[in-house]
């Protein structure tokens, strides 16, 4: 019935309080009562003015009830992009022992996403699902959950910050941008990350066990007929060498312009990254001087979108990255003038 | 008035049209609830609350959002508003009447369309000034019952609409959501018991009036002054105006409650003057004591308390000595009226003695057969009507019978009569009929024509028991009535017919329920209705006086009252400081305590130094003080499990039991040393 809140708010030991259009009604009217009363002498008013000061104390104190037994606790979402729509559980618990709770609006601190909570029964508890979104990538505390109450007669707003523990990773922002540009190692580089063929999938022979042979490839079958451990030789497959190089180096410091286009380019490298992922070929990062080989899975892109989540800009001469077979697939900054 | 029904299918199906059908039924059903004393208290009359009555439950059946009236027909019906206010009564019967009457009608047009949000504070504004006008109107019991209904139903339609509200602008929740009975019934029953002693502690500072000069019309209750033309339409008042108690055990006959407050003898032109000339002053004697006349044979003796500020004290006929609470002169004027010489505070009480065969009033004189010159047409008639009578007795007798019978009873005053006319001689052959103070003056009148000495007296007559042994008389019960010099000695005659003379009610013929309800409505007319600041004052003294009767059991209340604050204070301390299941910083900052308790005492007895982990203290709990191995391993288990893998806290009295079983488990620290 009287919906609006004012702009300023009371703030009080573990909760707030705004008041709402209700309260200047009732502090208008409530002194007019008071004199109508006094001045006529009229007990009847009396009564009614009681009565109506007894409503205003039996609200502060329900709503201060039902507001001290919530709590609420954020449910994280496995994966979040900066820019999208994220989907957050919220669940609020209510200890009160004999009032259920009603007409409770949970909102996100500092973040898009309100939700009313369904009525959560005394002693239980309701799950509601609201969609916020992260402006950056990087790691992110969990937002505080502000509570809001509102009934039974809406005089205030009060309100309770519950704070949330842990943090929250969220990826680089996904973008629709121009077609991928990728590179290639050195043979050196290659090198260093370790043996440049990989276990391939097809055999082709089978031979007695050596010293040194992966005991992956052990054909048991064969091994227990033979009495002698037999393997399988496979064919190797060579190592892919498709890598998406980010150049972390600016060609000035804390310069926000050319910071914010560093996030654009993060952007950029992350959707080239999922979008190959997606089709199943093997990605590998480079983000200034540290290698990330090629490969392919849910924990590869996992590990991809984490590093690109938290890489952070540096100056020139910084962090060089290494020789590249094809210079010009760099992900770079570069004054133009 | 209710729109177009396109325009209304329309609105319909527009978003948040649910919504405001559901604020529309809510506003009209308040608006019938509301509307329900009006009629019942007469603030507002029938017909213009049945028009408000039908246009809400009109409102309320709809099955569609209305739209509010068109200016032009608001413009139209403004007019038909002012006609129908003033056909009402308009400014006759005071101020309140005619704007309770226009606040209705404005609120009726209004009705249709107030779910629009920007209609509905104005409609809320004019259907609380509705509400507020019928319930200072009401006197009787049920507002008990009455006003938790309406707060009840407030609650319910608020919480609703906020719900439904809130449901539109952010979505969740459910449309069938209704705030819980729980939450309803709790808040009516807070309010009630905060309402019950702020109702007591809220300062008088005037005397209280039940009923009537709320309702717009004049108000029965005693008048030391008979004015007939003045009295315009009367509204029965519940308003206590005494309370009398008789002799122990003892059933009176219903004419004993029959007690005189004015005895008038001048008539002129429709009132009934009291002369201040001739008038006595008595001092009553050192006991209060007043002698009024002879002591009677066989005595009675009741105990009469004015519940309302007055001068006046009632008497039954018969008084011959009166006990009063204090030393007040009074004045005894020639007609027998005891009048004090200032106004005492309601509440004062003083007994009677009297001789129920007798009245007793100061013997007949020249004043009492005084008749104006315009009235002389009432001597043919009252002859005709006495023809045949023996003597002045029965003359008496049948001029009683007569008005009785021939007219008729009305507390409504006839809107033809005109003001150029005496009153009683328009009562006598035009209008017929009149209340109580019509037919007194008649039958004095024409007993004056037929030389029969009559005055006539203002008072009460009758009362129905209180269920404690007295009887309350009302404003209701006031009265007039008529006494004549007949056969050596004066005697009471009432004229008025059985339906307008106030009636008595028997405590021995009402079965027990009844006695029961009428100690509920004792208690309501005593405590509330008539509450004033003389009950607060009194209860306040009647608190220090106890009090100060002992000050040895005013140190031990108020030591214990002291006690009671502080365990009071102390047991919301910790009751606050109780977590709440589910606060997950406020439990890790308890586990947090206690391990860093733990440490605490780890470093205290140089088991440890500065800066160890919670595993380390553990393991040091562990060599020193073996039996308190489990609990310390429980806390510092359930500290890292709550901090670091966010499982869900135990509750804080466990956390606290297990401290202080840790605790109470170490040696003494010196024995350690």
Known sequence: ?337 | MTGSSGGGAREARRPGAGTALERQRWLAGLALLLSLPLPLTGVVTWPVASLFAAVAAGVALSRRPLSPVPNWVENLLAPLVVVIVVMAGGLRFGILRPVAHLAVLVAAVRLPGSAQPARTASFAALLTLVGVAGIASSTHVSLVVYLPVVLSAVVLAVARLELLGLAGKLGGGRPADWPPARLVAAAVLIAVAVAAPLFGLLPRLRSPFAAGVMTGGAVSGFRETVSLNNIRSVQVSRARALRVVLEEGEEPPGEWLRLAGATSQSYRGGLWAQGHRGRDRLLPGSGGELALGEEPASPRRLTVTVEKPSDRIFLPAGATRVLLPERVPFWRDPQGSLEASRRLEGGFSYSVVFDPARVILPPPNAGDLEMPEELAELRPYAAEVTAGASNRTAAANLLEAHLRTAFGYTLEWPLDAPFSRDPVAWFLFEGKRGHCEFFASAMVLLLRSLDIPARLQTGYLGGEPDGAGGWVVRDANAHAWVVAYVDEGWRVFDPTPADGRPAFASALRLPPWRLTWLRVEEFWDRWVLTFSLVDQLELARQLWERAASGWRRLALWLAGVVVGVVLLVVGLALWRRRIPDGRVAAVRDITVRAVDRLRREALRRAWVGAGVTPRQVQQVWREHCPEAGASVEWLVATHEAVRYRGSPPPGAREVRRRLRATLRSLPPARASK
């Open chain 1, 1 to 337: 019935m009287s919906g609006r809140t004012s702009r300023f708010s009371l703030a009080f030991p573990g909760f707030s309080l705004t008041p709402r259009r209700a309260l200047w009604v009732f502090v208008l009217a409530t002194p007019a009562l008071a004199a109508a009363a006094l001045n006529t002498g009229n007990n009847a008013l009396y009564l009614l003015l009681s009565l109506a000061m007894g409503a205003f104390v039996a609200s502060g104190s329900l709503s201060r009830h039902t507001l001290r037994h919530l709590s609420a606790r954020l449910v994280p979402p496995a994966e979040a992009f900066a820019g999208a729509p994220t989907p957050l559980a919220i669940q609020v618990r209510n200890s009160s022992p004999w009032l259920p709770a009603t007409g409770v609006v949970c909102r996100l601190q500092g973040l898009p996403g309100e939700a009313l909570i369904p009525p959560v029964p005394a002693r239980g508890v309701a799950t509601v699902t609201l969609t916020t979104a992260f402006p950056r990538r990087g790691r992110h505390p969990l937002p505080a959950v502000r509570i809001e109450v509102r009934l039974p007669l809406p005089f205030f707003l009060k309100a309770v910050v519950v704070r949330q523990a842990g943090e929250l990773l969220v990826y680089p922002r996904r973008v629709a941008g121009p077609a991928a540009r990728w590179a290639t190692l050195g043979e050196r580089e290659m090198q260093g990350m370790g043996p440049t063929a990989v276990r391939g999938a097809e055999v082709q022979q089978l031979r007695e066990f050596r010293p040194g042979d992966d005991r992956r490839d052990v054909h048991w079958k064969q091994t227990a007929r033979q009495q002698r451990p037999i393997v399988m030789e496979r064919r190797e497959r060579r190592r892919p060498s498709r890598f998406l190089v980010l150049d972390r180096e600016l060609p000035r410091r804390n310069d926000a312009t050319l910071l914010a286009r560093f996030e654009d380019l993060v952007s950029e490298v992350a959707t080239a990254a999922l979008d190959a992922l997606r089709r199943g070929e093997a990605v590998g990062l480079v983000l200034g001087g540290s290698v990330v080989p090629p490969g392919v899975g849910v924990a590869h892109t996992r590990g991809l979108l984490e590093r690109l989540a938290l890489v952070e800009a540096v100056g020139p001469g910084e962090d060089p990255l290494p020789p590249l077979a094809a210079t010009g697939a760099v992900y770079r900054l570069a004054e133009a003038r």
